[in-house]
């Protein structure tokens, strides 16, 4: 894969649903495992369960939360999405997860995560999310093609002849 290709790929659709009023799931779906793959080469958990080595990597992307809520918050959000295409409220133990909400930036919302304690709810800034880490993977694409992965990124895909 080209950084031409990730553009084409995933920067592109990225960038048509940013612009669409209801597009915000669907950014989701696509950002989220391309933040898994990214930080599970960084911190080195390359396969099975995620441990704290990446949930500080995550922090280190996303500041003001604790390992504790970035599990949360990855559970709810990215376990949710991709297994149940919503937002999940409760872990395989039986744990109930923050109330997640997804919003448009505004004044009560300065991060692109927010985290509300007093009412338990996380607030997601799709746009300003998938914006993030499709800056932050450009700028270290070779983490993100996970050379030391035992799943490397596909080198190539058969075109349909509309553009792939």
Known sequence: MTQADFDNWFVHPITLLNAEPHGA??????????????????????????????????????????????????????????????????????????????????PNTPSTINYDSANDVFVLLPREFSEEIVRVIRADFQTFLAACSSTPIFRSLVHDGHGG
């Not at 669907?26 to 950002?31: G, H």
């Not at 930080?39 to 995550?58: I, Q, V």
């Not at 149940?84 to 997860?97: C, L, V």
């Open 25 to 106: 799931f669907s950014v989701l779906m696509i950002a989220l495992p391309l933040t898994e793959r990214y930080l599970r080469e960084k911190s080195g958990c390359h396969e099975g369960h995620l441990d704290d080595r990446y949930y500080m990597e995550f922090i280190n992307l996303f500041p003001g939360l604790t390992v504790d809520l970035a599990r949360k918050f990855w559970h709810s959000y990215r376990n949710g999405l991709l297994h149940q295409s919503t937002f999940s409220r409760q872990a395989n133990s039986g744990a109930i997860m923050p109330q997640a909400w997804i919003s448009s930036k505004l």
